[in-house]
């Protein structure tokens, strides 16, 4: 798509090389249509973020306020998204749910990220930790990433903290492996060959030459971390091991009206309509950045 | 029609593999039933995952229903909660009260032919007063127990127990279920494995996928009693030849296989799917159970902020039992206040000095909690996270807690967690708590003898560790007491006091529905899930 | 190459060792033991410090895993705290219906996602490309169980073509089986198949875009034939790759499908196990899954073999 997109540009440009130079909001319009998953997946993104994090300007009421004598009422001029089984506003739950939701993703995108990142580093750097390291990792990844989180769970009692160590926990093996072979194969590059000749100390090649090269690959499966943190929150909260009722959260919004799913369609349908949304942009921008960072694909442009 | 059905089952599996469209959803509920069953002759359940075959050793409701299938008792309550005889032909009362003797039916077999003799009967009994509630104080009070013959046992008492035949009746758990000998001699702190009883529906042990389904054959030498089934007493006729119980967890699901036939009976629906399944012709919904869900706010005596005995009241005084109930229970008509510390429909369910949870005022309660001194002291509530109802009650709970200004923290945790947490006495600081509820049936808070939270014994009783040695000697003499009169005068002074001291916080109760099939007949009313004299009816 | 398979089986003992020790300690420090759940809400702390003496959870920990390390070595799995039944025959009856499952959304996912992922690669670009691209990012975004919950209520309770829940044995009745894993296995493949097609249309991408694809075409090569003789066998291994690689979390779909089914596997297995706190079983069943992963990975690199030549072990 991109590709088709950008060498008409380029064709268009060629045909009239005497056309008025493009102002700087053309080349921002151009640049979106060029990037345009980043641009599409960026945008929606930042709009969901922006509602969570206005949700307190948005007309909502305390997400914990309790009215036992209007449970389940339909979506109406006073509930907009209507009640759940406590009488709770389902309006402001899943606006204060998206906070938690997209925070429990962004932080686990965040700390997996940093710790794969040092384990991956120490890894490919220190030989004879690898093997020990790596077996380790394999175990973590061999046993089934729900039911390590859901025994975590159990360990420690539900709380923001602890879904968000549990589902750190399953990404990290990934990252780390994603990090050690990036950074094994960096190493043979000859400009890193000539720094360890030249005698630069370890923490230099590191930082100068052997992060630089884990940036992109870093970012683009974070960003596919932070969606799949989301969508593991909501399957552990689907099975009851994930966040605790009394903070809202999609996944246990979806969770509590599992069992009315026929009769109160909207309250499995609306937070799962907001989760979509978030993961389908989280993916899209990720496509993109993906595509943005290719080298192939930017030779074929 | 039955012919016409059976070519089709044949004809069917041809079909079936080349994804017909409009397959009729009667095949699916064959295969449900087991291999070869025709239509009609299995009863369906959505049951619960039935792990241990102990009814002894875990209470579990799942081993509840299981035991109800196989085994029998020596006395069954009848709907009025009297005991009446059930394998026992008769009894009668010698030496001024205090030797039973006990005379069995003819025709008793277990399940692998041998008749049912009195040394089953006793080690039963044995086995069952070593762990049960109820049973513990027969046990304290049995002298000997004395075989005179293969039918005839007698039971001769250390001191007066009035409540003998009762005990042995009950239908709460744990029961007394009679079984073979060498099965009630195993350790009670140990498992049997056997399912030999002497009931009218045999286990198919073959069958059984542990935590996902079970099913049980008709008993075919079964004796059943000619008087009609009246609680759990009464002739049981197996109405089915087989019945069979799958798990299915999700409740959505569950009801979406009754509604589609491919399950007949659905004891324990989610509460609101209920208007769904109402209004469906084929289903009916029913309030089949006699016996009510209590629920119970326990509360820490060794730890601030309830140690304060001004706290416990000014909490007391916040809730308000209807609004909380209402919260679980959508049909109001089984919204259940119960300002009792026993069974409302128990004769001792009196509001004897109740005024204290009748308040509702959370203004009036904010006063008494300040002139109590509560002075911000953390309140750690351990919530179960399943079942819903104890989900949803102990949100509720948190909710009112913290209008009242307590400085509560709802943790929540599932059912093994919580069970150890709660052993712990130390200061919340140190993993301890303040408050758990729970849930129990109504014949488990009918009396001084059942109700284990309704104590003072300090720490020596159970979880919460109320210190209240008046409660306890007001209960010991409920228990020596002969005259049925005085027991009722003293079980409410026991009420009395308890609603000055405040054990725990009685929150309400509430009961549930049965759903089924409308073609099923014999649903009688019974305290337990009794699947006993239930058949098809002509409405097929 | 059966050396190299078996090389590879016995190096990962150590690996499951530490997986066995990891979830044993785990466990272990979990609150609540098996004693808690068997003595049931209304028992006093003394029964239950007496049932749990009586089973042995009292003693410390390297006791009870040596218990347990010395069964296993004269392989036997134990028996369930709760059932008494033997372990092993707990898996082996729930092992069915989960393998039904996995294998049954595995060929769903690749039926549904290989040809379009071809189709879309050949016509890269095209409308159907993009409405290719478009459905397989919004599939992949929404929650398995909301497919399930419409899939159930289009199938089964609307036209009724198919049964909402329950799982038959194949031996006892193979139309019912069939017809009932359907629903299961679409929801549970949906999502992996958007995940496939993207990675087949962009390995074909990539393989249709070197050399020897050209050539062919230069040579006039028929399109079918230059499509899958020469450009899928060279795609496949990336294909391969990811389906290796999300088999481990299909198991995490598959624990909800088989909870909104009805299904009696594993998945369900392991929550009841987990929430009784019955330790045989669940190690037991983190044997298997451990077993299961190293057999994935061992038959996903045995068919790079088979795809690439040049691939040798």
């Known amino acids: 798509m991109n590709i088709q997109i950008d060498s008409d540009l380029k064709l268009a440009m060629a045909v009239q090389p005497d056309r008025k130079p493009m102002g700087r909001a053309r080349k921002a319009w151009a640049l979106a249509r060029r990037y345009s998953q980043i641009t599409f997946g960026g945008t929606l993104l930042l709009i969901l973020v922006l509602i969570s994090i206005l949700a307190p300007f948005l007309g909502t009421i305390d997400p914990r306020a309790m009215d036992t004598l209007s449970r389940l009422r339909p979506p109406s001029a006073a509930h907009w998204f209507g009640t759940d089984m406590l009488g709770r506003d389902l309006y402001s739950r899943v606006l204060y749910g998206g906070r938690n939701s997209l925070m429990i993703g962004f932080s686990v995108m965040v700390i997996s990220a940093v710790i794969g990142t040092l384990i991956g580093l120490i890894s490919a750097y220190i030989r004879w930790l690898d093997g020990v390291i790596m077996r380790i990792m394999d175990g973590l990844m061999s046993v089934p990433s729900i039911l390590l989180a859901i025994a975590l769970m159990s360990l420690t009692g539900a709380s923001l903290t602890t879904v968000v160590t549990a589902i750190s926990i399953i990404e990290i093996p990934r990252i780390a492996r994603l990090i ?55 399957m552990l909260s689907f099975i009851g091991a994930g966040t605790p009722p009394t903070i809202p959260s999609w996944g246990n919004i979806m969770s509590d009206g599992r069992a009315l799913w026929q009769v109160k369609p909207y309250m499995v349908f609306i937070p799962g309509v907001f989760l979509t949304l978030t993961v389908l942009a989280i993916n899209v921008l990720g496509d993109g950045l993906r595509d943005a960072f290719d080298p192939r694909i930017a030779l074929r442009k | 029609m039955a012919t016409r059905r059976d070519f089709l089952k044949s004809a069917s599996l041809l079909a079936a593999s080349s994804a017909v469209s409009g397959f009729p959803s009667w095949a699916f509920a064959q295969s449900a039933g087991g291999p070869g069953t025709p239509p009609g002759k299995t009863l369906r359940i959505i049951g619960e995952s039935l792990q ?314 904010k006063e008494a909690l300040a ?63 303040s408050g758990f509820i729970t849930g129990w049936t109504g014949g488990d808070v009918a009396n001084p003898a059942v109700n284990q939270l309704l104590h003072g014994a300090g720490e020596k009783g159970w979880f919460g560790w109320a210190n209240d040695p008046k409660l306890e000697a007001l209960k010991t003499s409920w228990f020596r007491s002969a005259d049925p009169a005085e027991r009722a005068v003293i079980a409410k002074q026991i009420q009395v006091q308890a609603f000055e001291t405040l054990p725990y916080i009685p929150l309400g109760a509430t009961s549930t529905y049965h759903a089924y099939r409308a073609d099923l007949k014999g649903v009688f009313p019974a305290p337990v899930n009794a699947y006993w004299n239930i058949s098809k009816g002509d409405k097929a | 190459m059966l050396r190299y398979a078996l090389q590879r089986i016995i190096m990962t003992i150590p690996v499951m060792a530490v997986v066995a020790v990891f979830v044993f300690g785990l466990l272990f420090v979990t609150p609540g033991d098996p004693a808690v759940v068997i003595a049931g809400e209304q028992a006093s702390p003394a029964e239950v410090q007496a049932i749990r003496v009586a089973m042995g959870f009292d003693q410390p920990f390297y006791v009870q895993f040596g218990l347990w390390a010395q069964r296993l070595l004269s392989g036997d799995l134990g028996t369930s705290v709760f059932s008494r039944e033997p372990v092993v025959e707990l898996i082996a009856q729930r092992v069915g219906p989960t393998l039904s499952l996995l294998f049954g959304g595995l060929i769903i996912a690749l039926l549904l996602s290989v040809p379009f992922g071809i189709y879309a690669a050949a016509n890269r670009g095209k409308l159907f490309d993009r409405a290719f691209t478009a459905i397989t990012v919004l599939n992949f975004s929404i929650p398995n169980f909301i497919v399930g919950y419409l899939l159930v209520s ?94 481990a979390s299909l198991i995490g779909g598959a624990v909800i499908t088989e909870s909104i089914f009805a299904i009696p596997g594993l998945g369900r297995l392991t929550l009841e196990a987990i929430s009784h706190r019955d330790y045989p079983v669940i190690q037991g069943l983190v044997l298997v899954f451990s077993a299961g992963y190293v057999l994935v990975n061992l038959a996903v690199d045995l068919i790079y073999v088979l795809l690439d030549p040049r691939i040798r072990y």
């Open chain 2, 371 to 433: 002139a109590a001194g509560y002075k911000g002291e953390k309140v750690v509530l351990l919530a179960v996270s399943s079942p819903p109802r104890l989900s949803g009650l102990n949100q509720v709970l948190d909710n009112v807690m913290r209008k009242l200004g307590m400085n509560v923290e709802l943790q929540a945790m599932d059912f093994a967690t919580m069970a150890t947490r709660r052993t712990s006495k130390e200061p919340v600081e140190a993993g301890g708590w």
């Open chain 2, 52 to 365: 241990s075959l102990d009814p002894i050793w875990t209470t579990a409701p799942p081993t509840k229903n299981y035991a109800f299938m196989i085994f029998d008792q020596l006395f069954a309550v009848d709907d009025k909660y009297v005991s009446q005889p059930q394998m026992a032909a008769g009894y009668t009362v010698e030496d001024n009260g205090m030797t039973y003797v006990i005379t069995l039916r003819d025709g008793l077999l277990f399940h692998d032919g041998e008749p049912v003799r009195a040394s089953d009967c006793i080690a039963s009994i044995k086995r069952w007063s070593a762990r049960d509630g109820f049973g513990r104080a027969v046990a304290a009070a049995v002298g000997e127990y004395q075989v005179v013959s293969d039918k005839v046992f007698k039971i001769k008492l250390a001191h007066n127990f009035p409540l003998l035949i009762d005990a042995l009746g009950k239908s709460n758990s744990s029961q007394c279920f009679i079984m073979p000998e060498r099965m009630a001699t195993v350790d009670p702190t140990k498992q049997i494995t056997e399912s030999i009883g002497s009931g009218p529906y045999r286990f198919l042990r073959e069958e059984w996928v542990p935590g996902s389904f079970n099913a049980f054959a008709r008993f075919d030498k079964y004796v059943p009693r000619s008087e009609p089934p009246s609680g759990i007493a009464g002739g049981k006729i197996a109405g089915f030849e087989r019945v069979a119980f799958t798990v299915i967890d999700d409740p959505s699901t569950a009801m979406s296989a009754l509604m589609a036939g491919e399950q007949d009976y659905w004891p324990a629906p989610a509460d609101d799917l209920l208007e769904v399944m109402k209004g469906d012709p084929n289903i009916v919904v029913s309030q089949r159970t006699t016996s009510n869900s209590y629920y119970m706010l326990q509360v820490n005596h060794l730890q601030p902020p309830f140690n304060n005995p001004g706290v416990r009241k000014a909490l007391a005084m916040a809730i308000n039992q209807v609004e909380l109930i209402s919260a679980i229970q959508p049909d109001p008509k089984l919204v259940l206040p119960c300002y009792s510390f026993y069974d409302c429909q128990s004769p001792y369910g009196t509001e004897d000095n109740a005024a204290v949870i009748k308040t509702a005022d959370i203004q009036k309660a």
């Open chain 1, 180 to 234: 050690r072979g990036t950074v094994l194969s960096l190493r043979e590059q000859p400009y890193v060959e000539a720094a360890v000749t030249s005698g630069s100390g370890p923490f230099r090649i590191i930082f100068r030459h052997l992060l630089p090269g884990t940036v992109s690959p870093l970012i683009i499966q974070s960003t596919y971390v932070w969606a799949v943190a989301m969508i593991i929150e909501t």
């Open chain 3, 154 to 247: 289009i199938f089964a309770l609307g036209l009724r073509w198919l049964p909402v829940q329950g799982y038959v044995p194949p031996d006892r009745d193979l139309g019912a089986y069939l017809l009932g894993m359907i629903l299961p296995c679409l929801t549970l493949g949906m999502g992996f198949a958007s995940l496939i097609a993207r990675v087949t249309r962009a390995s074909m991408l990539d393989v249709l875009s070197q050399d020897f694809i050209r050539t062919a075409k230069a040579k006039g090569a028929d399109r079918n034939r230059i499509l899958f003789a020469h450009a899928l066998k060279n795609a496949s291994i990336p294909i391969v790759t990811i389906v290796g690689l999300g088999f």
